[in-house]
């Protein structure tokens, strides 16, 4: 698989919750629960968001969380923010033992 | 302060070879593992492939298996990533990033270079 599959865009307004979804195959996110969520601000490194598919790491905000169910991954982003405008990619273990990125999504705070 | 110093941007012509490196300070370098991880202009991010920092052994992406070597110089805290046979799809940044150390067995990145910009052109 060449990549795991996201939206390519969501938007919401400031306040609400937006939930961004990542599907795989039982190859990878079905069969693991080595799911991460990377947040990517225009022209910077990406930032781990979430990892182990509900975990945050030190210093990230708790409206930031996730889910998964079967072969999909959720990251939901709640009271959504002027800052949080940034492309987010989902990741996961394979059962190759390597690592696969989703295609990315890119959310809009309207 | 844990940082992930990369080397600068470079142009190459096609089927030219490239060298990236990675200085890692303020961390026991040998603990931890080394990601690489590229995106193309406007495109998701990909991974190539990783580096045990303490006993070099590799794991690479099946898309870049034979054209692409990582390795480490752990007297100079430093890791590397070339790239063979470039074309002009290996157009990018590429990301060198540290990965987590923590209680489970799942790979994340949680220190992340600025990212070398590499140009393919002829």
């Known amino acids: 698989q060449s990549a795991l599959t996201q939206p390519a865009s969501v938007s919401g307004s400031p306040g609400q919750s937006i939930t961004i979804s990542c599907t795989g195959t039982?190859?990878?996110?079905?069969?693991?629960?080595?799911v991460s969520w990377y947040q990517q601000h225009p022209g910077k490194a990406p930032k781990l968001m979430i990892f182990?598919?509900?975990y945050r790491p030190s210093g990230v905000s708790n409206r930031f969380s996730g889910s998964n169910s079967g072969n999909t991954a959720s990251l939901t982003i709640s009271g959504l923010q002027a800052e949080d405008e940034a492309d987010y990619y989902c990741s996961s273990y394979t059962s190759s033992s390597t690592l696969l990125f989703g295609g990315g999504t890119k959310l809009t705070v309207l | 302060q844990v940082q992930l110093v990369q080397s600068g941007a470079e142009v190459k012509k096609p089927g030219a070879s490239l060298k990236v490196s990675c200085k890692a300070s303020g961390y026991t370098f040998t603990s931890y593992a080394m990601h690489w991880v590229r995106q193309a202009p406007g495109q998701r991010l990909e991974w190539m492939g990783w580096i045990n920092g303490g006993n070099g052994n590799t794991k690479y992406s099946q898309k870049f298996q034979g054209r692409v070597t990582i390795t480490r110089d752990t007297s100079a805290s430093t890791a590397y990533m070339e790239l063979s046979s470039l074309r002009s799809e290996d157009t990018a940044v590429y990301y060198c990033a540290r990965e987590m150390n923590y209680y489970g067995s799942g790979r994340y990145m949680d220190v992340w270079g600025k990212g070398t910009t590499v140009t393919v052109s002829s």
């Open positions: 182990d598919v509900s």
């Open positions: 039982s190859s990878d996110l079905g069969d693991y629960n080595y």
